[in-house]
């Protein structure tokens, strides 16, 4: 294990070596993973979303230097789920450390999909967590929006910066509902373009028509512990979030913290230092509320549900039997049979093997 | 069973509420599943995808008129995941129905966001099917790109038109590496803008780098089965993906397919014909080529899986005790215990609990 001791004493060949440890998902990264938990916990992460064009890449760039400045350790994990087959991951490793490359106060890593449902949620966290331990005092999580990617970051970060730039169409289509939900910053980069203003309006005011009680919900926590029973909210409306003695009920009473829209050029370095800014001050928020102790437990909570499914398929996969999925699947695909039909099939026939061959044990 | 009935003789009422009744999956969705199966598999799934702002709702409401027009039944599920929250989904009904009201030949049906993982995938897939049982012969998906969602469209569509639009910023960066491995036909819509030209050249310039054969395959598969063998794919790089007798070997063969590059102005009805046109010839080459029942199996696989997945879940959730669940999900949070030492302590304490269950029934 002294890559691990490595990894937390800051070197940073290390902690790549780490990271792609982990990635290759072995009896030896779970154990790699075990030894490092007890250091994390101390980073602040700070996801970075928004559409392609917006300029995202650079802001990240930017951000990361200015946080050098003012010497804080950062971690930047560029996730591109849009690039699953090609090598743009390491493309990009190459394109952002230019302006990087040789301070030890920085650390890159771009993670590419996985094939797994959630692969890359899993991965993502577990970089995370070695970069937290090592000591990167920020760790920056950049994904490409919109979609499902955009509702995980903002389960994974602390503080989510959601980037837009003008003139990409019609505002209101642009600014979609959801985007309101899981920003804590807006940064309108770009902002010497024709409509920054009006976007930036365009935010201002639809953040004005969202502070509704009602709107103001953000959790989307699945498996939550209600007056000590287990409950799964996954297949309710996140209305519904339920809250007991376990989970602070601050959902409502926390949830004060109004979005706060900053304009920048990233490509000039144009309001960087009031998006740090922006980034303190909901940091600060977090600590003050009850809200940062709720949004590690819902990520935490999240994490666990990832690891527990993970392990469950690969579980039932170890225990079917090949030839009768060939003959479901061919089932299924002639229309004989639904899939969910065939899914009860499955999880019957795969408890019946195990119960066999534990009365043959006997 | 007669709402079933209904729905397949293709009572507009009836539908709805069908589907209503299958994403509330109790046991009735089931049952109707299993019911309408046996008439699914006719319809063309056309993905339409592509980031907020290109103009893709209105592009769609132009397609189902255009189908319309040449007396093909189509029915339209708009997936909003960046809505998890509010009620997005209900005013996307009643705006995209203007075009459309009072003809009972176009079915249009908004989804958003469910709270579980893959949960939104698995009703999109239900959905489908009963607009497919139903007599629809063109089922429209459209999804918010991009990240996961466009992986997932991929997967669920037989044909997926990716929307781009000009004066996105740069357009090397707008347009992903993963889009080209998706894309069956582009949309260049809002064509009389300025760089429409452009952003169609760069696409056109990337399909041709993009003909080499290792870029050819596409196949996101996860259960395959590979000479007899049950092979999880899930964890390795798509480029692995194992193709055998039951999975027909035509990756680098039938891939010969080079996405067509369409110029639109969705607002003025303008390219819609070129369009249409693009994607009956995809259609055609799917009929010809091996790739259409290679697309359906994966599609198929992928659904089972997902359901395999949530009722894994499901299972182990009933067999936890909340007692410690909540002990160690406290520990995680305290840093006193890693989330996969968590997730194994889970799974042996619910083997535990049900082995215990059996002895004493003994």
Known sequence: MELVEAALAGNRRAIARLITRIENDGDDA????????????????????????????????????????????????????TSPFSGGAILGDRV???????????????MATRGSLGGLARA????????????????????????QSEVEIAETAHTVVVVEAPG??????????????????????????????????ALEMMLDLDQTPSSQTRSASRIVIHHGQLMEVAQHPPHSTATGPDVPNDVSASRRWRPIVVKTIALRGDGIPELIQAIADHRQYLETSNELAHRNRIRLTNELEHILRDELMDQLLKKI???????LMTQVADRELD????????????????????????
């Open 321 to 327: 039997d090949p030839s009768i999925l060939v003959s």
């Open 124 to 147: 993502t966290a577990d970089a995370i967590k070695v970069l937290d331990a090592a000591g990167f005092e920020v760790v920056i999580v950049e994904t490409v929006g919109a979609g």
């Open 168 to 201: 990409m169409g019609d505002e209101v289509q642009a600014i979609k509902a959801g985007i309101l939900e899981i920003a804590d910053v807006f940064a309108v980069n770009k902002a010497d373009r024709e409509g920054a203003d009006r976007t930036a309006a």
């Open 30 to 81: 779970h154990a790699s993973l075990s030894q490092i938990y007890p250091y994390t916990g101390q980073a602040h992460i700070v996801g970075i979303t928004g559409a392609p064009g917006t300029g995202k890449s650079t802001l990240v760039n930017e951000l990361a230097k200015a946080f050098r400045a003012a010497n804080r350790q950062v971690g930047v994990i560029a996730v591109d789920p």
């Open 96 to 110: 952002r450390m230019r302006d990087l490359a040789g301070d030890s106060g920085v650390f890159v890593r771009s």
């Open 339 to 362: 899939p969910y039909t065939a899914a009860r099939q499955l999880l019957k026939n795969s408890y019946k093997g195990k119960r066999q061959r534990r009365s043959g044990d006997a």
